[in-house]
């Protein structure tokens, strides 16, 4: 996870998360120790080997904020605080670059 510094103006980039689809198998059997085995990780791979996560945390500043429409009064406002972002995209199929 990467946190970026605060800009001097605009939206703050809070946090990037990129996890591969290794990674997401690691996760889930670091989250269920003694009753996940090494061939349910496999399984659970090969459901979607190509899936690929990323997240990002878009924060609001005062040089960026949010304007919401309140169709109920007809007038905008102003809010602050966090935007999060979440897409998950299946890469093209092919070989797995060695790294």
């Known amino acids: 996870m990467k946190r970026p510094p605060l800009p001097k103006s605009g939206p703050h980039i809070a946090e990037v998360e990129f996890r ?35 997240r990002v945390r878009i924060n609001l500043t005062p040089t960026y904020p949010a304007y919401v ?18 897409a998950s995209r299946r890469v093209s199929g092919g070989p797995h670059p060695k790294t």
């Open 69 to 86: 429409i309140d169709r109920s009064s007809g007038s905008d406002r102003k809010t602050s605080g966090a935007i999060s972002q979440s």
């Open 20 to 54: 591969t689809p290794y990674e997401q198998v690691v996760l889930r059997a670091r989250q269920a120790p003694g009753s996940y085995s090494a061939q349910q990780a496999e399984e659970d791979y090969r459901a979607q080997p190509d899936l690929v996560l990323v």
